[in-house]
């Protein structure tokens, strides 16, 4: 009840992202995926690879064009063509933070003109000093040298990669910040870094996370709330709390189920729950998102609904 | 022995000290500065090869374009002497009494100096592949990144492409050559009006594989704008391709050249060029080995140095190599 007087950064209405190579072979990678995003908060997106979670993210960067549907920014609309203004505000406000640290830097050019490129494109400085007073200011927040400012991305460690792409992202000021699954390709010893730094800039500047991952122990660790997406559909969106306590869905189930557990004996004798999406019969009853309450919704048709309500909150 | 083992013993807390556990410390990079350029050279002069090819280039280069300044040819000077025609090195030497460079490789078909055209003559063809190249070099690259960036422009210029690829380059040149002259202005005219084409072409499919790379997109994600996305993001990591390209641009389009001038489509005979005097040396080559051999040494030198140079520079710019 509380949630409904925070303000919403992004809402994504009814969102549908189809891939086609010709009219015939077309592919729904996103599904009428619907949520929205309060600020200040981290919202993730889980779900195994292919499920749509990065789609939905380069959708709002308008990378892939929606199919259908609307995605606003803070009551705006940025789906579809929008104002030249509109355009660059929105640039400017949402930034990203790719998933391969070694891959989306340009190997070519110094970290000084990396972290600046958004710099110079929206011109955020009134002279060369104030652009490099900025550009060291961020290098250091990011807990890197100004030194390395006249060095070469491959010159750097995985960690020290991602937190350049973090820097680029941090000096341009957004509001609203999507980290495509930002510490899967970092060493295991290096990812809690990254992380906290996240969560201080969210701290220090209030902003708001689209998180991306599949990890679901980081997920909890970061996030807020969790909505859990399945071959381009959501699934299940809730607290993180109450959905780590309360799984209801079948397939939320089974990605709970595959958290590995850090003691051999229970890992060797914990039962796997694999998820069959032949168990639901959609054919008479239709499907569709439900509050359960308690900020708790979940895809399913009324025979089900009847089902989760009864195991979450008993009879 | 244990006179070691004492001294070890004695002096072991000394061996040792705390670090002290610094983050920024960590965080530093020891190893020297990367420059990409100096990389480059670094690895070019690291091959001996390189260096004697290069100083064959120098002196050819400079051959090329100093003996025609110093030493004006003049193919007609001596076309009243019919003493002069066809004559040996030895005998043209004989003739106009004593040693001269100007007539130490023999006389042409008109009493021509041998010596005095191959280097008027390498340098026609040298300014008319270095003109070419860096005309089709210049349009091709250009078109051919926004040939691939703009997917509006794909789709009008395949079309192009297919059709202009299908017209046999040497049947268009001669027609060319044929409806607009065969001056110099002209044949640079009808070697660049379509050569730049395939140039684009290779270019576009080099720029669609980078095109989607991740830190493009990251770039998109920062507003920036396409021409400075080419720019940055795609012409650096092209320096080997197009270092690649020149390699083999260059030298083909002085073979272009000597071939068309050979089969007799090419320069005017008022143009000394090396291809003309292949064509006039080649009719009794057998008896006057001395007006052949010179040109198609040089066009063949030519070739090879500004070939083997091209690719020992497109290796040295690929950085996986600087390692």
Redesign the interface.
């Known amino acids: 009840m509380e949630e409904n007087k925070r303000e919403v950064v992004l809402s994504i209405k009814n969102l549908d992202v189809v891939f086609n190579n010709s009219r015939k072979h077309s592919f729904k990678a996103v599904d009428n995926v619907s949520f929205d995003i309060y600020k200040g908060e981290t919202f993730s997106l889980v779900g195994e690879s292919g499920s749509g979670k990065t789609t939905i993210g380069r959708a709002i960067v308008r990378i892939n064009p929606c199919s259908a549907g609307a995605i606003y920014y803070k009551g705006k609309k940025i789906s579809g063509k929008i104002s030249r203004k509109d355009d660059r505000d929105v640039v400017r406000k949402i930034q990203m933070i790719f998933q391969d640290p070694a891959a989306s830097l340009n190997e070519r050019a110094t970290i000084d003109y990396i972290v600046s490129e958004g710099l110079y494109n929206f011109h955020l400085y009134k002279d060369e000093k104030d652009r490099i007073q900025k550009v060291e200011n961020v290098i250091r927040e990011v807990g890197l040298l100004p030194e390395h400012l006249t060095r070469y991305p491959h010159e750097f460690s995985g960690g020290q990669r991602q937190r350049v792409g973090l820097a680029r992202s941090i000096v341009m000021e957004p509001e609203f910040i999507i980290a495509d699954e930002p510490i899967s390709a970092l060493d295991v010893s290096i990812r809690a870094q990254v992380l906290n730094l996240l969560k201080k800039f969210q701290k220090e500047r209030g902003l708001s996370y689209l998180f991306i991952a599949h990890d679901l122990s980081i997920v909890r660790f970061i996030s807020d709330r969790i909505a859990v997406i399945h071959k381009g559909k959501i699934v299940e969106i809730a607290e993180t709390n109450e959905l780590f306590e309360y799984p209801l869905h079948p397939y939320t189930k089974s990605l709970m189920s595959a958290i590995p557990v850090p003691d051999p004996m229970i890992e060797k004798q914990k039962k796997l729950f694999i998820y069959d999406p032949s168990q639901h019969d959609y054919s008479v009853d239709k499907p569709s998102m439900v509050d359960l309450g308690n900020g708790h919704f979940i895809y399913g048709n009324q025979r089900e609904i009847d089902k989760y309500k009864e195991i979450r909150f008993g009879k | 022995m244990a006179d070691k083992i004492n001294a070890a013993a004695v002096n072991e807390d000394e061996l040792f000290t705390f670090v002290s556990n610094d ?2 410390e960590s ?3 020891i ?1 020297p ?2 420059s ?1 350029w100096k990389s480059v050279f670094r690895v070019f002069f690291r091959k001996k090869t390189n260096w004697f090819v290069l100083g064959l280039l120098a002196l050819l280069l400079l051959s090329c374009f100093l003996v025609p300044v110093f030493c004006k040819y003049d193919p007609y000077e001596n076309v009243t002497n019919a003493y002069m025609y066809n004559k040996s090195p030895v005998e043209a030497m004989r003739l106009t009494g004593g040693f001269s460079l100007k007539w130490c490789l023999g006389s042409g078909q008109l009493g021509n100096s041998i010596f005095y055209g191959i280097w008027t003559s390498a340098r026609t063809s040298l300014l008319l592949a270095m003109i070419c190249a860096a005309i089709n070099m210049t349009v091709g690259i250009i078109l051919g990144a926004v040939w691939g960036y703009s997917k509006a422009m794909d789709r009008v210029m395949l079309v192009v492409y297919s059709i202009i690829a299908n017209v046999p380059y040497i049947l268009l040149i001669s027609v060319l050559v044929y409806i607009i002259g065969s001056g110099f202005w002209s044949f640079v005219f009808a070697l660049t009006i379509t050569g730049w084409l395939g140039i684009s072409y290779f270019f576009r499919t080099q720029v669609l594989i980078i095109r989607d ?3 493009s ?9 396409i021409p ?1 996305i080419i720019s ?2 795609i012409l ?2 092209l320096t080997s391709v197009i270092v690649t390209l020149l390699a083999t641009e260059l030298p083909s389009y002085i073979s272009m050249e000597v071939f068309l001038s050979f089969i007799g489509i090419g320069l005017s005979a008022t143009v000394p060029s090396l291809g003309r005097m292949i064509q006039e040396g080649q009719v009794a080559f057998r008896t006057y080995p001395w007006a052949f051999w010179p040109p198609v040494a040089i066009a063949a030198l030519l070739t090879i140095i500004l070939y083997v140079l091209g690719q020992s520079l497109a290796d040295a710019t690929d ?1 996986r190599t600087h390692m």
């Open positions: 983050d920024l965080e530093k990079i190893a500065r990367y990409y790379r991740e830190y997109l990251a770039s998109r994600c920062l507003g920036t704008p400075r940055k993001n650096p990591f950085p």
